[in-house]
């Protein structure tokens, strides 16, 4: 590794200045630059620009910086909008193919009941997100003991707790109570929230309850939505011509039995479940309408195409969501479905895929970096506020991923890293402090 920003904590107070610079720094929400800079100080971003601008401006201030180069690129931390770092020990499920949703299951199912160390496993997961460049999560959790991770590991994000297989009779009874319970137990730092897992793994009460229970406590939702075949549209009118909405049935797949063809999308809608305070994953089996449904309701779709494609699935519509103009992140989600936890992979795989489906923009690499970064920030809310993350701009959060990328150019700088940048992450820096690196030696530190 070439140049790795690599500091001393010990040297670094909280009213000190640190100026990274970059052959290439990205800042998302602005163009590319050229021999850019970040400057950092107490965990925030004080001044994004051309190294001599900031170097310029702070010296004008009687600020005197210490300055880390790095020869590659400079970029937001990553964000995975979907993942389940509790299962980073199934990797065994993730390295195979399957003829789709219930053969995978049926894998799943049986690695899923032996014995497992989950907070081990999440711990190990977590740490493979730091090493990949990404600074936030959306963690879905099923065991107790994976809750503390994201507090424990310093990655920002949410954590859900997963909820699943209750009956309305059982929920009412106690399902709700132990469920508040569970949501009670979830660190607020970094984040908390409900993940009900899927429209045809609950019956229609809990889906109803779920997000009140978050919104009166204004946190969060994130559910899987469109990711098996049988939860897209199908022929049918249903009961007596009736329309599925007036027909007190008790879950989806009971409204499927009796011979509607509303999907998932349309269900979940149609009881409140779907806003701009919920984000769904893999959005795979949706039609023009579903996906305009999304959008009508400010609802992100993180997007995870490597993991479709082991459980064989069809490839998601990433080159109409961009047409369209959807809000889209990207995820791993786990290793029991997908290679590796690395989400540049997934924005490489999502960069060929729209190019199979026919997308033909000029601004392709861009807009799927800008997906892995500022569309995840935006998936769990935290593009606002002033924890802001996702881009580089004064006043964010100075979460920044470094990457071993050659660059020529802007252009070519940014298609190598949407290409080829998986496995290529050299440092990552989280509020400011750099939590890996790939090269640990301290470099010498320049004083303007």
């Not at 964000?79 to 299962?87: E, F, I, K, P, T």
């Amino acid at each position: 590794m070439t140049g790795a920003p690599v500091q001393n904590a010990a040297t670094t107070s909280t009213n000190d200045v640190t100026v990274y610079t970059a052959t290439l720094v990205i800042p998302i929400t602005a163009p590319p630059i050229l021999g850019g800079a970040v400057a950092v100080r107490g965990g925030k971003i004080v001044h994004v620009g051309e190294r001599a601008w900031v170097t310029e401006s702070l010296a004008e201030q009687g600020v005197v910086a210490r300055e880390v180069h790095h020869d590659g690129i400079l970029m937001p931390g990553l964000v995975n909008a979907h993942s389940h770092l509790q299962y980073t020990g199934m990797a065994a499920v993730g390295q195979r193919q399957y003829n789709g949703f219930e053969d995978w299951a049926e894998a799943f199912n049986r690695d899923y009941v032996l014995p497992h160390d989950w907070y081990a496993d999440a711990m190990a997961g977590a740490q493979s997100l730091l090493r990949a460049g990404t600074t936030s999560v959306a963690d879905i959790v099923t065991d107790p003991t994976a809750i503390p991770v994201l507090h424990e590991s310093g990655l920002h994000g949410i954590t859900y707790w997963e909820v699943m297989s209750w009956t309305n009779e059982d929920w009412q009874e106690r399902g709700r109570q132990l469920i508040v319970e569970e949501l009670d137990r979830i660190p607020t730092t970094p984040g908390a929230g409900l993940s009900p897992h899927a429209p045809y793994s609950l019956d229609a009460i809990p889906l109803l309850d779920i997000p009140d229970i978050v919104r009166q406590r204004g946190l969060r939702t994130h559910l899987h939505l469109g990711e098996a075949a049988f939860e897209g549209e199908r022929d049918g009118s249903g009961v007596d011509g009736e329309p599925w909405q007036m027909v007190k049935l008790e879950s989806f797949r009971a409204m499927r039995s009796a011979g509607f063809g509303m999907s998932a999308t349309e269900f979940v809608d149609q009881l409140g479940v779907l806003g701009p305070d919920c984000h769904v994953a893999h959005g795979v089996y949706m039609t023009a309408s579903d996906r305009a449904l999304l959008r009508k309701r400010g609802t992100s779709v993180a997007l995870c195409p490597r993991s479709n494609e082991v459980i064989g699935l069809d490839a998601p519509p990433v080159a109409e969501y961009l047409v369209e103009g959807s809000p889209i992140a990207i995820g791993t989600d786990s290793l029991s479905s997908s290679p590796s936890l690395d989400l540049m992979h997934d924005v490489a795989t999502l960069v060929e895929v729209a190019r199979s489906q026919g997308y033909r923009g000029d601004d392709l690499h861009e807009r799927i970096l800008s997906a892995a970064t500022l569309g995840g920030a935006h998936a769990l809310g935290l593009d606002l506020g002033p924890d802001r993350t996702g881009y580089l701009a004064v006043g964010a959060r100075a979460d920044l991923a470094f990457f071993d990328v050659p660059v020529v150019s802007v252009a070519d700088g940014i298609v190598a890293l949407a290409e080829a940048g998986a496995g290529r992450a050299s440092a990552t820096m989280i509020g400011g402090e750099l939590v890996w690196a790939a090269d640990t030696t301290e470099l010498e530190v320049s004083r303007g």
